[in-house]
């Protein structure tokens, strides 16, 4: 691919006034010369846009139907198997090339009411042109083109630069979500070191290790597909954005990192609180088992003076109750004691 360089015969690119596409499915779409936005544009004028030297079309599609794409399509040239992968939420991460244009694919990922969701960003780039397709969980890139726009020396880098751009937006996000559930995980660790966890607790820990594994699952092609673009042999990219791709790979193992580490964590969580639930049953059987002893005793001894024989000793002993209940009392409070002492009691 190639730099966006001013082309203009009268200097820098006047910049129109911004307009809001109402056409449904189109986040945006604008032209951009020199890093400086030119125009906003209708789908109709994109291809011819992007033709024009110096000049880059940058579209922003959020859940659009078959009929936007083909529209899309038809501009831009893009492949027909390319667009059918595009039209659906249920890609793994991949870049793909099809003659002058990539097609990347990422996962993103959410933190909404205490669960993970997911979606996926779909990249078409190619000479003059780059493509975004949102489906699902994701956060607006509405401030990644901001953020672009901000900085147009960065921009005039082209469509390498936009890409670099998204997918570092894409995997940045992983850390908040990563962050939220480690939070949750401390608390976690807090609570077994005192007691063992209640059901709800055991439940939602079951839950963020699902969770995690789903990220984990969605985060480890992302690094892959990372490596793919910092390696510019293998795709059409700029060699001097080697260095941008890699630090986006830096980013995703790290996510991958810290997603591992944390089912560990969750997995570390979980064996204790069945070690200390096994310690307070165990804890409980020594109780009951010292408290049963006790109690055999008076049952016994209640249990053999209870027959019915007439011939049984001290049974006509003038003191033979009073001699059996200070031998109950002697014998349960010895027990007691001992117990006690070895902390059943």
Known sequence: MRHVTMQTAAGAPVVQPRSEPREPGVVAAGVYADGRRVADIPIEDAGAWSKRPGHVVWIGLHEPDAVLLQRVADQFGLHELAIEDASKAHQQPKVERYGDALFVVARTAQLVKEHIVFGETHVFVGPGFVVSVRHGASTSYGAVRERCESCPGSLAKGEDYILYAILDFIVDNYRPVTESIMAEVETLEEVVLQRPLARHEVDRLYRLRRDLLRLR?????????????????????????????????????????????????????????????????????????????????????????????????????????????????????????????????
């Open 217 to 345: 699952r969605a985060v480890g092609p992302v690094v892959d597909v990372c490596k793919r673009l910092e390696h510019v042999d293998n795709v059409a990219i700029d060699a001097e954005m080697a260095p941008l791709f890699r630090d986006v790979l830096d980013h995703a193992r790290r996510a991958e990192e810290d997603a591992d580490s944390l089912r560990e964590i969750l997995a570390f969580v979980f064996e204790a609180s069945m070690m200390a639930g096994q310690a307070q049953q165990t804890d409980i059987a020594r109780r009951l088992a010292a408290w049963a002893a006790i109690l055999a005793v008076p049952t016994a001894v209640a249990g053999i003076y209870g027959m019915n024989f007439e011939h049984m000793p001290e049974l006509k002993w003038q003191y033979g109750y009073y001699a059996v209940l200070g031998l109950i009392a002697v014998v349960c409070s010895t027990l007691y004691w001992q117990f006690r002492r070895r902390g059943w009691l």
